[in-house]
């Protein structure tokens, strides 16, 4: 039997989707893989009906349904003040994930560099692999984590062809400043690569912090490659509509990519989506005073466990340091606490290049009663 491809040795299956696995099987609240249990807008299942009887349901066109591209223009248009041409700008993909490896695909060629930050959502390095190209791994520092700026200027002199910055960042939760995407965006300019960023939470941010596009930077665009979904934004992780933001000369070659990846995205999905899109800003307001709510609800729990955790500038991941339980790995610790506590986490070390094991990362994106029962469950660690 001939062997499979070497570079596949290089990384598992997904631990996140592994953990949602387990906790299946044993009756655990998910916390794990980070979706939602709750509906998307009343508008959106609405088109949803609509569009399942409309004559959406063969082809569209590859790189994304006009209706759709032009009401996503729109949005990006109203959200960061760049003027985009939904014919010339844009890619509809597969989810944020398909936009990812589009994105790596059309930047790097075999044996290019890319800096990425560690710890890191896990696709990035696999995405990096099966690119061809070699990560080059930049710590970001607990409790904070925040990135050390000669660590990451010594990288760039590696002459990498991309960095990949997850904005909010999955799995931590930190919301990189316009002055840390600034000096990350002088950095590749200096260095002439690619910033390739992941924004699927852009709108789940935590007053005081602001989300800042990179793209809307003054210049960024030539050299900004965006990669995002409704996944988050809408509650429909199912739909797998993501999308990538460049430029008109990298969007030509980003095309070529996608359609022999995926041809298109799912056709009555992209119609319904649209009803999401054209929602007003005060849709987006009450997104993040519904997620702040899910946050605190959670974190109050986590304090009465007297677990240390990072309280999330964004997204809705909060990273818990259970070395005080004393477990010989965070593998094993996250098993017991699926197994006996009932509640799935995901294994820190499945984020991090390099041998770490004080952190299991807990989702909140659940309804405020299951949140409670999570909450309970975790407090059972005080009498243990």
């Avoid at 387990?22 to 709750?38: E, K, M, R, T």
């Avoid at 000369?249 to 022999?260: G, S």
């Avoid at 999401?276 to 005073?289: F, K, W």
């Amino acid at each position: 039997m001939p062997s499979p491809a070497n570079q596949l040795a290089q990384f598992s299956e997904s631990v996140i989707r592994g953990m949602t696995r387990l906790a299946n099987q044993h009756d655990a609240i998910n916390l794990s893989q980070g979706f939602p249990d709750f509906d998307p807008p009343e508008e959106i299942l609405s088109a949803l009906e609509t569009a399942t009887r409309g004559p959406h349901h063969q082809y569209a066109v590859t790189w994304g349904a006009p209706r759709f591209r032009q009401a996503l223009a729109k949005k990006i248009n109203r959200n960061t003040g760049l003027s985009i041409d939904p014919d010339q700008h844009l890619v509809v993909t597969c989810g944020s994930t398909e936009a990812m490896m589009v994105a790596m695909m059309t930047a790097c060629n075999p044996g290019d560099k890319v800096i990425v930050f560690s710890p890191f959502y896990e696709n990035y390095a696999a995405d990096a692999i099966l690119s061809g190209a070699e990560p080059i791994y930049v710590p970001l520092h607990a409790p904070d984590f925040g990135y050390d700026r000669e660590e990451l200027a010594k990288a760039f002199e590696q002459k990498p062809k991309a960095i990949i910055v997850c904005n909010p960042s999955n799995p931590t939760g930190k919301v990189f400043t316009r002055e840390e995407l600034s000096e990350i965006l002088a950095l590749a300019e200096q260095h002439d690569a690619y910033v390739i960023t992941d924004e699927p939470y852009e709108h789940i941010v935590y007053p005081p912090h602001v989300h800042t596009y990179a793209a809307s930077l003054p210049g960024a665009l030539d050299r900004v490659i965006t990669c995002n979904s409704l996944s988050k934004t809408y509650s429909i992780t199912g739909w797998r509509l993501g999308y990538v933001l460049a430029s008109a000369a990298v969007i030509a070659q980003a095309r070529k990519v996608h359609d022999f990846l995926t041809v298109g995205a799912a056709a009555p999905l992209q119609e319904a989506a649209v009803a999401g899109l054209e929602l007003p800003d005060s849709y987006y307001a009450e997104l993040q005073t519904l997620y702040t709510k899910k946050r605190d609800v959670f974190i109050d729990y986590l304090r009465r466990t007297r677990l240390p955790f990072t309280e999330p500038q964004g997204a809705y991941y909060v990273m818990v340091d259970i070395s005080s339980l004393g477990f010989p790995n965070d593998t094993q610790a996250a098993e017991w606490f699926v197994k006996t506590v009932g509640v799935a986490g995901v294994p820190g070390s499945s984020f991090f290049r390099d041998p770490e094991h004080r952190f299991i990362r807990f989702h909140f994106a659940k309804k405020e009663e299951t949140l409670h029962a999570a909450g309970k469950r975790l407090l059972n660690l005080i009498q243990k």
